[in-house]
């Protein structure tokens, strides 16, 4: 197992590198530079000469690009103190957010491998505590305690690219989270009541409607959810439910807690929502499909044969099966939601890392672009030995070696 | 379509009775709608009686129904491969199985799947317990299989095809293991298959099916001795015997079983058969009393016919 | 997504020129500064600068005045990147917007009357009223008199220590600053509340310095690129930066120091107790946050949709404001010798084919099209901010394709071809250009013009394009400020002895064989076009950029701009409209400024109309 993750990483750290070189190459051929702004101000020849000299812009590309890698892993040159104030200073929620989900991740994992060890049933929490110890590794890297990088200084000039995508990664967490739980709770419900009515009429209005939304633009969904369900809902209503933009009103800090959750309830569902919607589709289709294969399968007659309730029958020995295939989709829909995240959160005003990578291009700040890439990249290639792993837990057929 | 129409028949407590027929005869159909597995959109059951102990299992209510089945009637089925659930433990499948019809412990229901275990010969049972399907060879799956059906003490065990899947060496222990179980514990068992000679060293009784009927009905004996119904007779042809030389060749049932959804006038075998009169054409035949003593069979002709008189070999490919 | 460009090339240039003056040496405008209100800050200042600056000011207000307290909401569709703006990234149009709270110096630009008025000074120096001086020795002094009551948020005085510290953050040289013009001040003095300077010539740019003013007490021994991006120095505004919530929103809280009374009710400023500004990509979100009153101001792109769409919401509160703007397109002539390879055939060169192509276009059709005919097309750009001085020298090539015809016949004979090809570029991610494009294919084939499009993102456009000179027939945007020094700066971008990279005359017209640059592309031949028309240019340029005299600028502009439009080196189009909303029924005191000053020039002014 252990030596199958470390052959898994080695592919994925060439995988990345070779994506890295790609994405770099891309951006050098796609024109523009981050100083063309400044090129129509007479006045910024002085800037001009000072910024391309000190970013080496007048470099041949691979020479950038190594320069660029180079700053990519250098380590940052940060005392531990430093780090410290990161993890005790910032106590409010947001602050408090992190902290709670590792402290409870960890504490149910330390629960869930003393109490019920050996146990087929708890394997799942293992491996979502492999999940949590990502997070854990994430939140320390984020706090400078164990390692720390700068990834470069943008060339936007707002400081190191570390600091600014950790800083957007909790909002895209958050809203990723958000619709990746809305999917999974409406999608894959969806699916299962779909295959076990199946040419029912909820069953056909359901396939109907998730070709619809898997085929609508999510831009349009965005939008239409905007004007549907703040503003007309406000209009006919007089009650207003969700907030249109933002994550968080400007009072937020001074709200109690009841009334801080009320705001990121308002103001996360929209796009959380929007998000959501394909992924509902898409974990419907697929679970009603899987579902389906797992009802006519030999193991559930003979669960039928036994007596079990017909309830019992679906929701053990049907579900954990048809939810095996689902881990991958899911997994690999990861990428998928922080595609949609992209376009969602410049749409809802929502500071995340996909209104940090529209920024960064439009201001061809190649650092920025390319950690943002690099991140994603990082984050997909996880996911998946994540994923082999929830697959061969959920499936014990499965072994690795 | 109807898989199965007209099937009629009884069975006695403890009693072995093997049910025969080519694929698509409407074997399994009849084992699943004793058990009531039969669900829309794959079919319903449209009228009948099904009468266990005094009660009409069509006209229970599905609570009960869940009672009967795994307690009072079990089954198992042809593919022990596919058959047990691939994510659970063969300790946890039986267990739950033992925990709902005996409403016992989980730790006495452990043990009792142990024994279960035991009694199907598999080594270790308690340690085995915790094993998945996947850990365990074809044979051994089906013996859990096994172990799965009895171990609720059932009065009637259904088995489906139990050893189609498996190589002959096991094929015959597993065999061996059903009898003895069933013999010990006075289970009645109805061993559907389509091999003759897996019933012939088992069964008491012996129904052969064709195209969703009845055709012939009798003990082991008399009706391996002397089969009334032309496809018994072909079926019995086709079957190798070890205590013959093979120096004829096997005769089989020519052509194909005919289809459910447009099935032949008069006798549906009528395609098919060596015999075949203008009657078969008019009319279906109904059972009927043969020259023998509980044995029936649904031939215009049963009695005319002596078929063990026929030169097997003169038929063939005519 | 697709809109940054739109603005950033033109904001940028813009945005130096955003404090542009009007006029040191112009008597009338002085005149129309002093007369006006603003100037009657010293008759005000007694009273209630002094005062306790907290909550208990509102309740001593008479009932007239306005109340006090409540929060406003701006929406924007970008983030800056710091808040210095000083730094690298302070150039942006946003950092001046949310600066308007808390920076503070020479100069704004009133809303109302679009000229410069004194904000940190008691009066803007001119030679009129002895505060620049031109010397013997040909260098020019200004003096700076600070207002006595000006003070910082934390209750400092500002001086002129500080205006000298700000000289000489922005002289220091390790650090990434703008340094135009500053770079010509060769000496400098300072007492408790006067700064003096005195440049190597006499130009119009002084208008443009000391913007904004940093504090010494505070910033002096910081890294002052470092440590000023997400937090800020005390605040020379009536607001002080509270909260940068990244990606979300910046905050901003009431200066209880702030030394400016309402000219009308003598009440201190602010009114408010805070703005929040917001960061919104799309400007879709922003109308529709605007419709469902999460957002007090907007000042979104003034699309014909846009506008339909904010005025519709008139009668329920909204308060719409478009307006002609600083930024003018304009159609233009590349002369250098790489507009052959998007065009072997080019015909640039002969000045019958550009008087042709002036006559060919439609910029009444362009108009109406573009711009839902909200504004007049330009005759000129000197018109967007200084119509006075305007000789509306465009206005002889009317739009007429029998002309056109003619001119094209002329050009044929000129350069000795049969047909005279065109090919246009400009921004693809544009969609009133790619609409120009469209439109051009007619009026061009009706003047009997072989006529192509070839259009590009503007990345590559701005990016490489410009730098290579290698269009034939382009369409871009300047941008304007009130004032002199922002045209003679717009003249200085035709100046023939300015060829890229060191100027901004990417149009090659008169200019010499560069050679020896780093970026290859700027290698050039001499222009193809060099006459006695751009040696004249080159003059009027040199002695614009020498004076401060009226008496010698207004004549050089108005002889600069005719050669201009007789060569026809450019055809200026349009003007860009720009637009705000706010909510009437919630925010008072709100004044759109058209100029890069923006929707908060004013803010301490604004109040909550429903408190």
Redesign the interface.
């Known amino acids: 197992m252990l030596a199958y993750i470390i052959r898994r990483l080695v592919y994925g750290v060439v995988t990345l590198v070779a994506l890295s070189l790609v994405v770099f190459l891309l951006i050098q051929a796609s024109g523009g530079g981050p100083l063309d702004r400044l090129k129509l101000n007479p006045r910024a020849q002085n800037l001009i000469a000072q910024l391309t000299e000190q970013w080496g812009l007048d470099k041949p590309v691979m020479q950038q690009y190594f320069t660029w890698l180079k700053n990519f892993v250098t380590p940052a040159d940060v005392p531990a103190a430093d780090g410290l104030i990161v993890l005790f200073g910032k106590i409010g929620l947001r602050g408090l957010t992190p902290i709670v989900l590792v402290l409870s991740a960890g504490a149910y994992t330390v629960w869930a491998f003393l109490v019920k060890i050996g146990q087929a049933w708890w394997r799942p929490v293992r491996a979502f505590s492999l999940v949590f110890v990502w997070l854990i590794a994430l939140w320390l890297a984020k706090s400078r305690l164990v390692f720390s990088l700068t990834w470069g200084e943008s060339f936007r000039g707002d400081g190191p690219v570390w600091d600014n995508i950790f800083g957007a990664a909790g909002a895209t967490f958050r809203l990723g989270l958000a619709a990746l739980v809305m999917a999974l709770i409406i999608g894959i419900p969806l699916g299962i009541y779909q295959a076990i009515r199946q040419y029912s009429f909820f069953d056909q209005v359901g396939t109907t409607l998730s070709f619809v939304a898997f085929s609508t633009p999510i831009f349009i969904i965005a939008v239409g959810f905007q004007l549907l369900l703040a503003l007309y809902l406000e209009k006919w209503t007089g009650v207003k439910l969700f907030f249109v933009t933002g994550m968080s009103d400007s009072s937020y800090g001074d709200l109690g807690f009841m009334a801080q959750m009320g705001d990121i309830v308002r103001h996360l569902t929209l796009p959380a929502m929007s998000i959501a919607l394909i992924s509902i589709a898409g974990y419907a289709r697929f679970q009603r499909a899987s579902m389906l294969e797992v009802m006519h399968s030999d193991y559930l007659r003979t669960a039928k044969a036994k007596g079990l309730p017909r309830r019992r029958v679906i929701l053990k020995h049907a579900l954990r099966n048809a939810l095996i295939p689902i881990v991958t989709l899911v997994s690999l829909d990861v990428a998928g939601i922080i595609g949609g995240a992209i376009i969602t959160e410049s749409i809802f005003g929502w500071p995340g890392v996909g209104r940090l990578y529209i920024q960064a291009i439009n201001a061809v700040d190649y650092p920025t672009i390319m950690a943002v890439v690099m991140s994603i990249g990082i984050g997909i290639v996880m996911m998946n030995i994540v994923a082999d792993i929830l697959y061969g837990v959920l499936d014990p057929r499965v072994r690795y070696d | 379509m109807r898989a199965v129409d007209g099937v009629s028949f009884d069975m006695m407590a403890g009693e072995r009775r093997g049910v025969v027929g080519e694929s698509g005869s409407g074997k399994s159909v009849t084992a699943m709608s004793i058990m009531r597995l039969i669900e829309p959109p794959a079919g319903e059951i449209v009228t009948g009686t099904i009468e266990f102990q005094g009660q009409n299992l069509l006209a229970l209510p599905e609570d009960d129904m869940q009672d009967v089945r795994g307690g009072r009637i079990a089954m198992i089925f042809q593919d022990p491969m596919t058959s047990l659930n691939p994510v659970y433990t063969v300790g946890d499948q039986l267990i739950e199985t033992i925990m709902l019809h005996q409403h016992v412990s989980k730790h006495d229901a452990r043990r009792i799947a142990a024994d279960a275990l035991g009694d199907v010969q598999i080594p270790e049972p308690m340690a085995r317990l915790d094993d998945y399907p996947h850990q365990f060879s074809g044979g051994m799956r089906q013996r859990v299989m096994i172990a799965m059906g009895l171990s609720c003490n059932p009065d009637l065990l259904i088995a489906d095809e139990p050893t189609t899947a498996l190589d002959v060496t096991t094929q015959a222990q597993i065999m061996d293991l059903m009898l003895k179980l069933a013999e010990d514990r006075g289970t009645a068992v109805m061993l559907i298959t389509h091999d003759l000679g897996v019933v012939a060293g088992f069964c008491d009784t012996i129904q052969v099916m064709y195209a969703g009927g009845i055709v012939e009905y009798g003990n082991a004996t008399d009706l391996f001795g002397n089969p009334q119904h032309p496809y018994t007779w072909g079926l019995l042809g086709s079957m190798t015997r070890l205590d013959e030389s093979h120096t004829e060749r096997l005769h089989s049932v020519r052509g194909a079983p005919p289809s459910l959804i447009n099935p032949p006038l008069g006798c549906r075998f009528n395609p098919r058969c060596d015999f075949v009169q203008d009657i078969c054409h008019d009319s279906y035949p109904a059972l009927r009393e043969s020259g023998r003593e509980s044995q029936i069979a649904a031939c215009h002709l049963a009695t005319e016919l002596d078929l063990n008189t026929i030169d097997v070999t003169g038929v063939v490919g005519s | 997504?697709t809109r940054?460009?739109h603005s950033?090339?033109?904001v940028?240039?813009a945005?130096?020129l955003a404090f542009a003056l009007v006029a040191a040496a112009c008597g009338d405008s002085t005149d129309t500064a002093d007369d006006s209100t603003t100037t009657a800050a010293p008759t005000t200042e007694a009273p209630t600068t002094t005062a306790a600056p907290t909550t208990a000011a509102p309740t001593t207000t008479e009932a007239p005045g306005k109340p006090y307290g409540g929060?406003a909401?701006v929406?924007n569709d970008q983030?800056p990147?710091?808040l210095n703006t000083f730094?690298?990234?302070?150039?942006n149009s946003i950092v001046s917007i949310i600066g308007q709270s808390y920076f503070s110096g020479v100069q704004e630009i009133d809303g109302f009357t679009l000229e410069l008025i004194p904000e940190m000074v008691t009066e803007l120096p001119t030679v009129a009223n002895g505060g620049v001086t031109v010397n013997a020795d040909d260098t020019m002094t200004v003096r700076y008199e600070i207002v006595d009551e000006a003070m910082w948020s934390d209750g400092e005085p500002i001086t002129g220590e500080d205006f000298q510290f700000t000289l000489d953050i922005i002289l220091n040289p390790d650090l990434?600053?703008?340094?135009?013009?500053y770079e010509d001040i060769v000496d400098s003095s300072f007492t408790e509340k006067t700064f003096e300077y005195t440049l190597s010539a006499p130009t119009t740019q002084y208008e443009l310095l000391f913007g904004n003013i940093i504090p010494k007490h505070a910033v002096e021994g910081t890294d002052f690129i470092g440590d000023w991006?997400d937090k800020m120095w005390p605040s020379a505004g009536p607001f002080i930066l509270d909260?940068w919530?990244?990606?979300?929103?910046v905050?901003v809280v009431r200066n209880d120091n702030y030394w400016r009374n309402d000219p009308e009710t003598g009440q201190q400023l602010p009114y408010l107790d805070?703005v929040?500004f917001?960061?919104?990509?799309?400007t879709?979100?922003?109308i529709?946050?605007f419709?469902?009153r999460?957002?007090d101001v907007i000042q979104p792109p003034p699309s014909t949709d846009t506008i339909e769409t904010l005025q519709a919401l008139e009668p329920e509160g909204a308060v719409v404001e478009v307006l002609s703007g600083p930024v003018w397109e304009h159609l233009n002539f590349q002369f250098g010798v790489n507009r052959l390879t998007r065009n072997p055939d080019s015909p640039n060169t002969s000045l019958n084919y550009r008087k042709a192509v002036a006559h060919a276009v439609d910029k009444t059709t362009i108009v109406d099209e573009i711009l839902a005919g909200q504004v007049e097309p330009l005759d000129s750009f000197v018109d967007v901010f200084a119509p006075t001085l305007s000789q509306a020298s465009w206005a002889q090539y009317n739009y007429d394709p029998e002309t056109a015809k003619s001119y094209v016949e002329a050009a044929k004979a000129d350069l000795g071809v049969d047909t005279i090809k065109t090919v246009f570029s400009t921004t693809s991610n544009n969609d009133a250009r790619v609409k120009l494009s469209e439109l051009f294919v007619d009026m061009f084939t009706e003047a009997g013009i072989d006529y192509t499009n070839s259009l590009e993102?503007?990345?590559?456009f701005?990016?490489?394009t410009?730098?290579f000179g290698n269009w034939d027939l382009g369409e871009w945007a300047?941008s304007s400020s009130p004032g002199f020094s922002s045209l003679v700066?717009l003249f200085?971008?035709f100046d023939p002895e300015l060829a890229p990279?060191?100027?901004?005359n990417y149009y090659r017209w008169g200019t010499p064989e560069v050679t020896g640059q780093?970026?290859e592309g700027f290698n050039q031949a001499a222009s193809d076009l060099i006459d006695e028309n751009t040696t004249r240019f080159a003059e009027i340029r040199d002695q614009l950029n020498s004076s401060v005299d009226n008496d010698v600028l207004i004549p050089l502009i108005a002889e600069a701009e005719t050669i201009l439009a007789d060569q026809v080196v450019i055809i200026p189009l349009y003007a860009r409209l720009v637009t705000a909303a706010v909510w009437g029924d919630e925010i008072g005191g709100f004044k759109h400024n058209p100029t890069q000053a923006g929707e908060t020039w004013n803010m301490e002014m604004w109040y909550r109309v429903d408190m």
Do not use: C, H, Y
Request: hydrophobic share 40%.
């Open positions: 997504m940054l460009w950033r090339p033109v940028f240039g945005l130096i929060e909401i929406a983030e990147a710091t730094a690298p990234g302070g150039d990434p600053i703008f340094r135009a013009t991006n909260t919530q990244k990606g979300e929103f905050k805070s929040v917001r960061f919104i990509p799309e879709e979100s922003i529709n946050a419709r469902a999460e957002i993102d503007s990345q590559i701005f990016g490489e410009l730098d300047w700066g200085d971008l990279p060191d100027g901004q780093e970026t």
